[in-house]
């Protein structure tokens, strides 16, 4: 069962696994903090919406324009090459993007995580660990591809998703 934050988040106020972009600065969603959705997220959130999203997406456009899907105070959820679930929360956006994660194994528990990871444009990262390209014990979650110095995709690797919960007002930078 969703809690209650996510609840209203992504079922009342339509946020739904179909919805892309972010949410209009007038909604009650955009006056939830990103730190209070991503906190609030659980596994069972995560499994639900990653339910509903669709399986075909094969990118999520991070391009420096209007079409940007990933702007800072987005929340992303995720499950990884290795089946693991988690969550991301962009904290910077741009050629690198500075995200937060937390990906959990299968009992529930925290597998890894991190406050503040840089991620490098044109280079593979693999949630699981937090490790950058080839480093980690397991294959590589995403891709943060860059087209030209606009056009920039999230894409996924080696059988991972990714589905947006939504753009919320950006929390303060610890």
Same mark, same amino acid.
């Given at each position: *069962? @969703?809690? %209650? ?8 106020? &339509? ?5 892309? &972009?972010?949410? +209009? ?9 990103? +730190?209070?959705?991503? +906190? ?9 919406? $990653?339910?509903?999203?669709? =399986? ?21 959820? %995720?499950?990884?090459?290795? =089946?693991?679930? /988690? ?9 690198? @993007? ?6 959990? /194994?299968? /009992?529930?528990?925290?597998?890894? *995580?991190?406050?503040? @990871? $840089?991620?490098? /444009?044109?280079?593979? %990262? ?12 397991? =294959? ?7 087209? +030209?110095? =606009?056009?920039? %995709? ?9 589905? $947006? ?10």
């Amino acid at each position: *069962m @969703l809690n %209650y934050t996510a609840k209203i988040l992504v079922f009342y106020l &339509g946020i739904t696994s179909a919805t892309f &972009g972010h949410i +209009d600065k007038s909604s009650q969603a955009y006056t939830q903090k990103a +730190d209070d959705v991503y +906190d609030n997220l659980t596994v069972q959130d995560i499994k639900d919406i $990653l339910g509903k999203w669709d =399986k075909n997406q094969d990118r999520i456009n991070g391009s420096d324009d209007a079409e940007n899907q990933i702007p800072a105070g987005t929340v992303i959820v %995720y499950v990884t090459s290795d =089946k693991n679930y /988690g969550k991301m929360k962009i904290l910077k956006h741009g050629y690198n @993007l500075t995200v937060g994660w937390t990906t959990y /194994g299968p /009992g529930g528990s925290v597998n890894s *995580m991190a406050g503040k @990871l $840089l991620i490098m /444009g044109t280079y593979a %990262y693999d949630l699981d660990y937090g490790s950058q390209g080839k480093n980690g014990l397991s =294959k590589a979650d995403f891709w943060w591809e860059q087209v +030209d110095l =606009k056009t920039r %995709y999230l894409v996924p690797q080696n059988g991972a998703m990714f589905a $947006l919960v939504g753009r919320f007002e950006e929390s303060e930078q610890k």
